[in-house]
């Protein structure tokens, strides 16, 4: 008999390393989401970050930002015996949410894919799939055990509304 699915729902910020028993969750709008799943352990991490880089120096790793939450999920994937080498990765987020707002095309949304893209290529981390940019928010249901990651696109902000917050999208189907 199969043991039920421990669920875990990341906030900005967060990350986290688990195995096949985990389904890990997240909701993201210009923040991105990096998973990283190892096939033959089935063990993944998923992380939230909202910023490319930290601007000013602190004390610690901050999952707040892309390039510390790989490092601090790189570290537990090794803590596990699992080299960045040996994971495969996805990549999600980035939406413009407030199109009437955001007419930068270097916004922070690109700003983060493309943080979480090089940051991938540097790390020799193979991206196997990406649902990033456009619109809206993006569901994020990550099944470890299969490594399947299961994407809802939020409706598409209508720019004369965007000053609307609160409405999280339609739920017009169902997410595992």
Known sequence: MASALIDIALLPGEYFV????????????????????????????????LLPRCAAAHAGLDGHYGEEALTLMLRLLHQRGIGAHQCQAKVFGGGIM???????????GRQNVDAALNLLHGHGIPVVSQSVLGLGHRQIV???RSGDIWVRRGPQPDPAASVIIGNIGNDSGRMP
Not at 18 to 35: E, F, Y
């Open 18 to 49: 688990g195995d096949a028993r985990h389904r890990i969750r997240t909701l993201l709008g210009s923040c991105v989401a990096i998973a990283l799943w190892q096939p033959q352990r089935r063990v993944g991490a998923l992380s939230h970050f």
């Open 142 to 144: 990550f099944h470890v």
């Open 98 to 108: 407030f199109p009437d707002l955001e007419h930068d095309p270097d916004c922070i």
